[in-house]
Antibody, heavy 122, light 110 residues
Framework: EMQLVESGGVVVQPGGSLRLSCAASGFALEDYTMHWVRQAPGRGLEWVSLISWDGGTTYYADSVKGRFTVSRDNSKNSLYLQMNTLRTEDTALYYC???????????????WGLGTTVTVSS | QSVLTQPPSASGTPGQRVTISCSGSSSNIGSNYVYWYQQFPGTAPKLLIYRNNQRPSGVPDRFSGSKSGTSASLAISGLRSEDEADYYCAAWDDSLTGEVFGGGTKLTVL
């Protein structure tokens, strides 16, 4: 069974940093572009970032560009999101998700983790 | 404000057919595929429709998607109580170079 498990979410002060992790199992992470999507409490889904299968291509939402960095270690079947200069508006449940088709950066996201909660508050 | 526009709510009675609209622009829906996700409270989203009108394995054929120009729709026929959930449309946006979501539509089965 394909599975994604996020971790690393905590309470952090504004201006702080945090690194989220996403562990994959049941499929070859190295074959797929991976995405981060977040959901603020009581709000809708917001796309955050993507990283290509080899890490060579990354894209970010304008709201996080210059502050967040996505990376991956295929040898560890893991995906990461380094979050710097955190703001209160970054408070959300952060999901990692797998693209459906290995030949595309985006083709729908068919496997999602349960998410990890980041709270930015003083 | 979401890049894709959805009605915040929709409702129907069991057995009815309901549609949820999603409006975008030439840089997203107008030039790329549309995807639909279903999300129940406290759970992760689930891919419901991909490539405008394709259903992943296991999604009932009561769910169907369509696209015309810069708009798309999700139709649910034979509405059931278990369809009560939030529904999101999504598409790649060439101008933003990223995925964009609609604000979500909360479907209530009366």
């Amino acid at each position: 069974e394909m599975q994604l498990v996020e971790s690393g979410g905590v309470v952090v002060q504004p201006g702080g940093s945090l690194r989220l992790s996403c562990a994959a199992s049941g499929f070859a992470l190295e074959d797929y572009t991976m995405h981060w999507v977040r959901q603020a409490p009581g709000r809708g889904l917001e796309w955050v970032s993507l990283i290509s299968w080899d890490g060579g291509t990354t894209y970010y939402a304008d709201s996080v560009k210059g502050r967040f960095t996505v990376s991956r270690d295929n040898s560890k079947n893991s995906l990461y999101l380094q979050m710097n200069t955190l703001r209160t508006e970054d408070t959300a449940l952060y999901y990692c998700a797998k693209v459906t088709n290995p030949n595309y950066y985006y083709y729908g996201l068919d496997v999602w983790g349960l998410g990890t909660t980041v709270t930015v508050s003083s | 404000q979401s890049v894709l526009t959805q009605p915040p709510s929709a409702s129907g009675t069991p057995g009815q057919r309901v549609t949820i609209s999603c409006s975008g622009s030439s840089s997203n829906i107008g030039s790329n595929y549309v995807y639909w996700y279903q999300q129940f409270p406290g759970t992760a989203p689930k891919l419901l429709i991909y490539r405008n009108n394709q259903r992943p394995s296991g999604v009932p054929d009561r769910f169907s998607g369509s696209k015309s120009g810069t708009s798309a729709s999700l139709a649910i026929s034979g509405l059931r109580s278990e369809d009560e959930a939030d529904y999101y449309c999504a598409a790649w946006d060439d101008s933003l170079t990223g995925e964009v979501f609609g604000g979500g539509t909360k479907l209530t089965v009366l």
